[in-house]
């Protein structure tokens, strides 16, 4: 049974760092690529940044240059860094992989960014 179980997420002062935690199981972790999504109140979901393999990595510009993905194959787990943290990364975050035709997600951790 394919599972992605995130944690990490809470509040976070402006300007502060947070990191998030997506453990997987269930399928071959070291050949998918993993992806990082958020969806903020009043909005949909949107791609915050993915990590294939290889360890390639993509950021979505609002991120760029704060966030930090990463991956440990080995223990199965990917991660996401937070820092400068801003108003608009108020979110629920959520792990995603798709294997074939199949999408997963996991449940979603709270980010919150305060004053």
Known sequence: QVQLVESGGGSVQYGGSLSLSCAASGFPFSSQ??????QGALKG???VATISPAGTTWY???????????RDNAKKTAAL???????????VYYCYTTIGSLVYWGQG???TVSP
């Open 81 to 91: 860094r937070m820092n400068n943290g801003n108003f608009g990364d108020t979110a």
């Open 109 to 111: 951790t709270q980010v």
């Open 60 to 70: 979505n510009e609002f991120v760029k240059g704060r966030f930090t993905i990463s």
């Open 45 to 47: 979901r949107e791609l």
């Open 33 to 38: 690529t993993i992806e990082w999504y958020r």
